[in-house]
C-alpha cells in the first residue's frame, strides 16, 4: 500500500534569513521618466493665465481597510488563494447574533465529540492541568491568553481542547481563536462556513507575517481573548526541531495587552490520528500532554521597544524565547510519554 503525506505537511517558503532582518521593508523609488518624455523648455512668450477650472467630484469618504491602515499589507505575494477569503475576516471582526448562534452549535459539536475521542476512546494523561483551566476562567478580564504548542497532526486542534471541561470546551465564548491554513480548510464555502464558526481565522502560508490572519489575532489580543498559535507553522510530521515562524512574535510584539504566553507539549496525538492515508481515527492510543510554565516577557518587550530595537530583529528575539522554552518542555514530555510505553 503506498502512503501519502498529509497535505498540510509540505513544506512552505521560510521568509526568515538573516539577510531578511537587515532588508528594509519598504524603499520609495522616484518616479522615472519615461524614453518618450521630452524636457520642460522655457520660452520668452508670455504665459496665458488660465481661467480656474472646477475640482473634479470627489467619491464619498470610505472606511479605511487593513491595507490602508497598515501599508506593509499591500506586499505582493505569490501565494495562490484559489477561494476569496475576505469575507470571513469581516464575520469574525464583527460577528453578528446569528454568527454567535451558528458559532455556539459549531462549538459545542466539535468540543463533544472531542471530549469523546480524546478522553474515552483514548489513553490520555494531561500533566499540569489545572494551569490551562485556570488561564481560561481565572485571569483578568482584559488580560488575553496566548498559548503555543507543537503540531505533529491534523486533529491537534481542536482534539488537545479535548482535555478542558465541558463547560469551557463548548464555550464560544471561552474557546480559543486559531490559525487555520486557507488552502485546507478554507477550500469552497461551506468548509469555510464550519472553520469559521468554529473560530478558526484563515492564515495564507508562506505570506509572511504582515498578513490578515496576523492582524486578527493582535486584534483578538487587544479584546482580552484567548489566541492559540502553532509557532512551526505547519504539520511537523518529522518530528525534527525547525525554527519558529515569526507571527507569534509579532502577535506579542504588537498586541496593545501583553497576553499570558502559556506554552503546552503534547505526544501522541498523531497515533490518534495518523499522518498518512487513509487518515483514520484510532482509538486505545496514549497521549501525553504537558502543560509548561506562563512564560512572562512583560520586561522583555519593554526593553526591546525602549532600545528601539528594528521590528524584524524584535520578532525573532521573542520567538527564540518560545523556541527555547519549547525545547525543555519537549524533552520533559518526551520522558514523560516514554514511560507511559514501559
Request: aromatic share 8%.
Amino acid at each position: 500500500m503506498q502512503y501519502q503525506q498529509a497535505p498540510e505537511t509540505r513544506a512552505e517558503p521560510d521568509e526568515r534569513s538573516t539577510a531578511g532582518l537587515h532588508k528594509q521593508e519598504q524603499t520609495e523609488q522616484r518616479p522615472a521618466l519615461s524614453r518618450n518624455s521630452s524636457p520642460t523648455v522655457f520660452s520668452n512668450q508670455q504665459i496665458q493665465p488660465q481661467p480656474p477650472s472646477q475640482p473634479p467630484a470627489q467619491p464619498p469618504p470610505q472606511p479605511p481597510t487593513m491595507s490602508d491602515r497598515d501599508p506593509r499589507m499591500n506586499m505582493p505575494t505569490a501565494v495562490q488563494i484559489p477561494y476569496n477569503i475576505d469575507w470571513i475576516f469581516q464575520k469574525q471582526r464583527c460577528p453578528s447574533r446569528v454568527w454567535w448562534l451558528a458559532s455556539q452549535f459549531v462549538i459545542t459539536a466539535v468540543g463533544i465529540f472531542s471530549k469523546i475521542l480524546l478522553m474515552l476512546m483514548n489513553k490520555t494523561r494531561v500533566y499540569n492541568k489545572e494551569r490551562l483551566v485556570d488561564m481560561i476562567s481565572k485571569r483578568p478580564q482584559d488580560v488575553p491568553l496566548l498559548t503555543v504548542s507543537n503540531h505533529y497532526s491534523c486533529f491537534d486542534d481542536p482534539g488537545i481542547w479535548g482535555i478542558l471541561p465541558l463547560r469551557q470546551a463548548c464555550s464560544t465564548n471561552r474557546i480559543r481563536w486559531s490559525m487555520a491554513a486557507h488552502d485546507i480548510c478554507f477550500t469552497n464555502k461551506y468548509h469555510s462556513m464550519f472553520f469559521m464558526f468554529g473560530k478558526c481565522i484563515p492564515v495564507v502560508r508562506g505570506s509572511g507575517v504582515y498578513q490578515e490572519a496576523i492582524n486578527l489575532c493582535i486584534e483578538k489580543c487587544a479584546a482580552g481573548q484567548w489566541v492559540h498559535v502553532f509557532p512551526e507553522g505547519k504539520v511537523n510530521m518529522e518530528k525534527q526541531e525547525i525554527r519558529l515562524k515569526w507571527g507569534v512574535g509579532r502577535i506579542i510584539y504588537e498586541s496593545p495587552k501583553m497576553p499570558i504566553i502559556l506554552p503546552m507539549w503534547h505526544e501522541g496525538m498523531d497515533d490518534v490520528l495518523p499522518n498518512v492515508e487513509p487518515y483514520v481515527l484510532q482509538w486505545r492510543k496514549k497521549v501525553t500532554i504537558n502543560i509548561g510554565q506562563p512564560m512572562d516577557l512583560n520586561d522583555f518587550v519593554d526593553d526591546l521597544k525602549k532600545r528601539q530595537v528594528p521590528e524584524p530583529t524584535a520578532r525573532k528575539l521573542i520567538t527564540d524565547k518560545i523556541q527555547e522554552e519549547f525545547r525543555i518542555l519537549r524533552m520533559e514530555t518526551e520522558k514523560l510519554h516514554r514511560e507511559r510505553q514501559q
